[in-house]
């Protein structure tokens, strides 16, 4: 079974950068759509970010346009998320989400990490 697995979770001071990183268990592991899901406390999930992954086409939700940059590795299971200018309203669970069509991406029936933790402060 393969597993995403997050990393680069932690505490950051409001207007601060960090780097959140994904990768597939297994090396031959590919997903056309590759992303970033998040989960603040008392509050429902979102998608942040995704990446196409065989053209590197790459959205984002308004809040977080122009602060927020999704990357993809050379081997397409990998994805990795730099957040700059980071606000206390990022604070969340972030999730890696894979899926094999948009509406799978969208509507969170895709593969998940276990989520990695992301405190602005």
């Known amino acids: 079974h393969v597993q995403l697995v997050e990393s680069g979770g932690g505490s950051v001071q409001d207007g601060g950068s960090h780097r959140l990183s994904c990768a597939a268990s297994a090396t031959t592991y590919s997903r056309d759509f590759m992303g970033w899901f998040r989960q603040a406390a008392g509050k429902e999930r979102e998608w942040v970010a995704y990446i196409y992954t065989p053209t590197r086409m790459s959205y984002y939700i308004d809040s977080v346009k122009g602060r927020f940059t999704i990357s993809r590795g050379d081997a397409r299971n990998t994805v990795y998320l730099q957040m700059n200018k980071l606000k206390h309203e990022d604070t969340a669970m972030y999730y890696c989400?894979?899926?094999?069509?948009?509406?799978?991406?969208?509507?969170?029936?895709?593969?998940w990490g276990q989520g990695t933790q992301v405190t602005v402060s």
């Open positions: 989400v894979a899926a094999t069509t948009f509406s799978a991406f969208v509507d969170g029936r895709g593969d």
